[in-house]
C-alpha cells in the first residue's frame, strides 16, 4: 500500500513551531507535498529571519515522516518568504519546493550572500522570448549544440520550471545522482550538461509554485549541481518578465540575452517587451533571433510566409540590436526536437544545422573571447 498526502500532513501534525506554538500544518506552513515511488518531498515556509534557528523543526519533520511505512526518503526544505503564511493550504500536490541538494535545511540567503552560483562556467546566456509558442525552446536546445559543435563546453539550464521541455528535448530520462552528500551530478547528452525540474518531477505533474520557490528552484539548480568548467551555459527562461527572468538578472552574472521571437507584429510586441525588460536591469542584449521564419513546403518547394517576414529584423535595427539569424518552420526541425534528437546534431549536415552553428558563433564571439566573461549582478530597484 503505497503512502498517501493525508497520512503525510496527518504525521506533520505532531511536529510544532516552538515560536509559534501550533503544529506546521495548523499553522500553514507545509506546502509542496510530492510522492514519487515511497520518495517525499514537502516545503516548510517560514519568516526569512527565523530560518537559520529552525533546522532542528526540519529535521523532526523530516523524522515524522521516515516513521510513516512505505516511505522510502524524506527531504524537507525550508523556505523563506517575507510573510509567513496564515491558515492551512494542506500542501497541494504539484506546489513542491525543489529537492535540495545542498544544505537541505537551509533558508536562502539573499542575492550576493554565500556561494556563488555556478562559478565554473565562464559565461551564461539567457534565451528568452516575450511570449510563448514562438519555439524559443527548439532554438535554446539546438543553439546549445551548436555552441558544442563549434568545440566549446556547454551546459543548458532548463528555468522554465512551470513547462520544463529540456528532458524531452535533448532525450534525456531518468533522475540525477548525488556527487557527494550535497551536490547532484547534470544529467548528459550530446555531450551537454543538463539541469531541470523535469527531472525531478513526473513529466505530467503540474507546477504550482509561488514566486519564493521558484527563486528557490533556479537557485540551487545553479548553485546545488556539479556544473564543472564550462565555456558557456544556454539558460532556455520561461516566456515572459517574470519571477525567473528577475531571479536570473538579479542573482545570475548573465553575459547577456537573446531574444527569440516570430515574425508577425504581435510576437514582436511582446518581444519587445523582453528586450525591455532585460535593458532595465542591465543585462546585454545580444541580438533577436527570427523563428518560424519562413516555410518551405516538403513536397514542391514553395515559400511560404506563414507568419509574415523579417520583423525581427526590422524590429532588430529599430532597437539598435543585432539581428542574429533566421530559423524556418521546418517539419524536420520539429520532428528531431519531439523526438530528443535536435537537428543540429541529428542532421549536422542540414542546412537547418549550419544556421544554428552560425548563430551560435556570433553569440559566442559577443560573450568569449575576449569579452568580459562575467559582469557584477544588478540591483533591482521597483519605483
Given at each position: 500500500?503505497s503512502i498517501?498526502?493525508?497520512?503525510?500532513?496527518?504525521?506533520?501534525?505532531?511536529?510544532?513551531?516552538?515560536?509559534?506554538?501550533?503544529d506546521?500544518?495548523?499553522?500553514?506552513?507545509v506546502?509542496?507535498?510530492?510522492?514519487?515511488?515511497?520518495?517525499?518531498?514537502?516545503?516548510?515556509?517560514?519568516?526569512?529571519e527565523?530560518?537559520?534557528?529552525?533546522?532542528?523543526?526540519?529535521?523532526?519533520?523530516?523524522?515524522?515522516?521516515?516513521?510513516?511505512?512505505?516511505?522510502?526518503?524524506?527531504?524537507?526544505?525550508?523556505?523563506?518568504?517575507?510573510?509567513?503564511?496564515?491558515?492551512?493550504r494542506?500542501?497541494?500536490?504539484?506546489?513542491?519546493?525543489?529537492h535540495?541538494?545542498?544544505?537541505?535545511?537551509?533558508a536562502?540567503p539573499?542575492?550576493?550572500?554565500?556561494?556563488?552560483?555556478?562559478?565554473?562556467v565562464?559565461?551564461?546566456?539567457?534565451?528568452?522570448?516575450?511570449?510563448?509558442?514562438?519555439?524559443?525552446?527548439?532554438?535554446?536546445?539546438?543553439?546549445?549544440?551548436?555552441?558544442?559543435?563549434?568545440?566549446?563546453?556547454v551546459?543548458?539550464?532548463?528555468?522554465?520550471?512551470?513547462?520544463?521541455?529540456?528532458?524531452?528535448?535533448?532525450?534525456?530520462?531518468?533522475?540525477?545522482?548525488?556527487a557527494?552528500?550535497?551536490?547532484?551530478r547534470?544529467m548528459?547528452?550530446?555531450?551537454?550538461?543538463?539541469?531541470?525540474?523535469?527531472?525531478?518531477?513526473?513529466?505530467?505533474?503540474?507546477?504550482?509554485?509561488?514566486?519564493?520557490?521558484?527563486?528557490?528552484?533556479?537557485?540551487?539548480?545553479?548553485?546545488?549541481?556539479?556544473?564543472?568548467?564550462?565555456d558557456?551555459m544556454?539558460?532556455?527562461?520561461?516566456?515572459?518578465?517574470?519571477?525567473?527572468?528577475?531571479?536570473?538578472?538579479?542573482q545570475?552574472?548573465?553575459?547577456?540575452?537573446?531574444?527569440?521571437?516570430?515574425?508577425?507584429?504581435?510576437?514582436?510586441?511582446?518581444?519587445?517587451?523582453?528586450?525591455?525588460m532585460?535593458?532595465?536591469?542591465?543585462?546585454?542584449?545580444?541580438?533577436?533571433?527570427?523563428?518560424?521564419?519562413?516555410?518551405?513546403?516538403?513536397?514542391?518547394?514553395?515559400r511560404?510566409?506563414?507568419?509574415?517576414?523579417?520583423?525581427?529584423?526590422?524590429?532588430?535595427?529599430?532597437?539598435?540590436?543585432d539581428?542574429?539569424?533566421?530559423?524556418?518552420?521546418d517539419?524536420?526541425?520539429?520532428?528531431?526536437?519531439?523526438?530528443?534528437?535536435p537537428?543540429?546534431?541529428?542532421?549536422?549536415?542540414?542546412?537547418?544545422?549550419?544556421?544554428?552553428?552560425?548563430?551560435?558563433?556570433?553569440?559566442?564571439?559577443?560573450?568569449?573571447?575576449?569579452?568580459?566573461?562575467?559582469?557584477?549582478?544588478?540591483?533591482?530597484?521597483?519605483?
Amino acid at each position: 500500500m503505497s503512502i498517501t498526502e493525508n497520512q503525510i500532513l496527518d504525521a506533520l501534525r505532531a511536529v510544532r513551531d516552538p515560536e509559534r506554538g501550533g503544529d506546521i500544518v495548523s499553522l500553514g506552513m507545509v506546502s509542496g507535498v510530492v510522492i514519487r515511488d515511497g520518495n517525499v518531498g514537502f516545503a516548510i515556509e517560514v519568516e526569512p529571519e527565523r530560518g537559520p534557528r529552525l533546522e532542528p523543526l526540519r529535521k523532526s519533520a523530516e523524522r515524522a515522516v521516515e516513521a510513516l511505512p512505505d516511505v522510502v526518503s524524506v527531504t524537507a526544505v525550508l523556505t523563506a518568504e517575507a510573510n509567513a503564511p496564515s491558515g492551512s493550504r494542506g500542501g497541494r500536490r504539484g506546489e513542491a519546493a525543489p529537492h535540495s541538494a545542498a544544505h537541505p535545511g537551509a533558508a536562502h540567503p539573499a542575492p550576493g550572500a554565500g556561494q556563488a552560483l555556478a562559478p565554473g562556467v565562464r559565461a551564461i546566456v539567457a534565451v528568452a522570448s516575450g511570449k510563448g509558442g514562438v519555439g524559443k525552446s527548439t532554438v535554446a536546445a539546438n543553439l546549445a549544440l551548436g555552441m558544442k559543435a563549434n568545440g566549446l563546453r556547454v551546459g543548458v539550464l532548463d528555468a522554465d520550471i512551470y513547462g520544463p521541455s529540456m528532458p524531452r528535448m535533448l532525450g534525456i530520462s531518468g533522475r540525477p545522482q548525488m556527487a557527494d552528500a550535497k551536490i547532484l551530478r547534470p544529467m548528459e547528452n550530446y555531450g551537454l550538461k543538463c539541469m531541470s525540474i523535469g527531472f525531478l518531477v513526473p513529466e505530467d505533474t503540474p507546477m504550482i509554485w509561488r514566486g519564493p520557490m521558484v527563486m528557490s528552484a533556479l537557485q540551487q539548480m545553479l548553485r546545488d549541481v556539479a556544473w564543472g568548467e564550462l565555456d558557456i551555459m544556454i539558460v532556455d527562461m520561461p516566456p515572459g518578465t517574470g519571477d525567473a527572468q528577475l531571479t536570473m538578472a538579479q542573482q545570475v552574472a548573465l553575459a547577456g540575452a537573446v531574444i527569440v521571437s516570430t515574425p508577425q507584429d504581435i510576437a514582436l510586441i511582446d518581444a519587445r517587451k523582453g528586450l525591455n525588460m532585460f535593458t532595465k536591469v542591465n543585462v546585454p542584449v545580444l541580438g533577436i533571433i527570427e523563428n518560424m521564419s519562413y516555410f518551405l513546403c516538403p513536397h514542391c518547394g514553395e515559400r511560404s510566409d506563414i507568419f509574415s517576414h523579417g520583423g525581427a529584423r526590422r524590429e532588430a535595427e529599430r532597437l539598435g540590436t543585432d539581428f542574429l539569424g533566421e530559423v524556418p518552420l521546418d517539419l524536420a526541425i520539429r520532428e528531431t526536437s519531439d523526438e530528443g534528437r535536435p537537428i543540429t546534431v541529428s542532421q549536422p549536415g542540414s542546412p537547418y544545422a549550419q544556421t544554428f552553428r552560425d548563430i551560435a558563433a556570433k553569440v559566442w564571439a559577443k560573450v568569449g573571447g575576449d569579452a568580459p566573461a562575467r559582469r557584477a549582478a544588478p540591483r533591482i530597484v521597483v519605483e
